[in-house]
Each structure stands twice: as C-alpha cells, then as structure tokens.
C-alpha cells in the first residue's frame, strides 16, 4: 500500500520561506509515477502548486513558479516543497500525492497544515 | 489558468440520482481526456474516484460516473446514500504539464 507523509513546521513567519518534506513509502519514488504538492486553504477549494519526476524534472503552477521550489531525494524516498516570500494567503492545508502518468492523483498525504503569522 | 467552474452546493435524496457539473475551455476540459474526480470528507485527504473522465478505481461503486460533452465534465452519483455526502472536486490536465481543479461541489444528502 503506497502511503506518503508530509512533515515540517506548522508556523511559519511572513516573508520567510515554507519548508515541507513528504517521505514516500509502498512505492519506489524512482517508479513511473509522479510526485506532487496540493494544498487546500481553509474552507476552500484545492490548488495543485507543482509536480516533479524523480529525474528532477519539475512543473510548478504558473501563478506560483517565481516563488516555488520543489525538489526529489531518491536515495530517501523523498520529495520537498519550499516557498519563499510567504503571506497569510499561503496558510493552507498542505498535501503531497502520487501522480499518474494520466495526471490524477491516486494516492495522497493525510495533509499538514501550514499557518503564516508573526 | 483560472480554477475549473464548479456549482458550489448539490443535492438529492436518499436513492436518487445528483449529477454535478464542471466546466472548463478548450485548454483544459475540453482539450483532452484527462478529467478526475475526487470526494473528499470534512477532515479527510481528497479520494479519487474518476480518472480519465470515465474510469473508476478498484473499490469505487458504480453508482460514480463520469461523463464529458465539449469544455463540461460531470460526475453523477446514482442511488445516493448517506455516506456520499462530502465535498467534491474535478481537476483537468491544462496543458504544458499544469493542472486545474474545481472549485468544489458540497454535496448534501437530504
């Protein structure tokens, strides 16, 4: 069974820069399966912010792409998220899923949630 | 690219039948086959439950449907029950390796 986990700081300052990390396991990262971050501000709708390959390869939501990073480690079967320059308006619920060859996402994170405040 | 468009609440009764809507353009929607769904209850992760516009996951009832004409996809739930009361979101491939979901349907069973 493929389960991935997110993990990092749940309180993060404005201006300074969101660190998450999603430890994949039950699947090879290295598989033919994307790895992608979602996130969920409270109340509202989801937002896909960007995908990688384990090749590195990387696919970031447009309207973010200038402030986000996101970075594979296969050798621990990990994946991580950084997004800098953050405000309240990134306070979300923050997701990591598998992502198939035929872009959904089969198999996701319980979610960790990110608060943005001094 | 803009969030897929999504009526915000839906409802049916117990057994009936409640399709939900999901429109797009022709960069996303309607340019390729690569609609999903997916349910998602309060405090839960999201659950897909359609993929390829048409296709159920193992363990998905087909009572879940999907279906697709020009930029609008549409989720029905037939023979609804209680336990599908939750949030429902679409999502579209948009080209260039980007991705779009809905807005989110609330699903309420009366």
């Known amino acids: 069974q493929v389960q991935l986990q997110e993990s990092g700081p749940g309180l993060v300052k404005p201006s300074e820069t969101l660190s998450l990390t999603c430890t994949v396991s039950?699947?090879?990262?290295?598989?033919?399966?994307?790895w992608g971050w979602i996130r969920q501000p409270p109340g509202k709708g989801l937002e896909w912010l960007g995908t990688?390959?384990?090749?590195?390869?990387?696919y970031y939501n447009p309207s973010l792409k200038s402030r986000l990073t996101i970075s594979v480690d296969t050798s621990e079967s990990q994946f991580s998220l950084r997004l800098s320059s953050v405000t309240a308006a990134d306070t979300a619920l923050y997701y990591c899923?598998?992502?198939?060859?035929?872009?959904?996402?089969?198999?996701w994170g319980q979610g960790t949630l990110v608060t943005v405040s001094s | 690219q803009s969030a897929l468009t999504q009526p915000p609440s839906a409802s049916g009764s117990p057994g009936q039948s409640v399709t939900i809507s999901c429109t797009g353009t022709?960069?996303?929607?309607?340019?390729?086959?690569?609609v999903s769904w997916y349910q998602q209850h309060p405090g839960k992760a999201p659950k897909l439950i359609i993929f390829?516009?048409?296709k159920r996951p193992s363990g998905v009832p087909d009572r879940f449907s999907g279906s697709l004409s020009g930029n609008t996809a549409s989720l029905t739930v037939s023979g609804l029950q209680a336990e599908d009361e939750a949030d429902y979101y679409c999502s579209s491939y948009a080209g260039s390796n980007n991705l779009v979901f809905g807005g989110g349907t609330k699903l309420t069973v009366l």
């Open positions: 390829d516009v048409t």
């Open positions: 022709s960069s996303d929607v309607g340019g390729y086959n690569y």
């Open positions: 039950g699947d090879s990262i290295s598989s033919a399966y994307y």
């Open positions: 899923a598998r992502r198939a060859v035929r872009y959904y996402f089969d198999y």
């Open positions: 990688i390959y384990h090749s590195g390869s990387t």
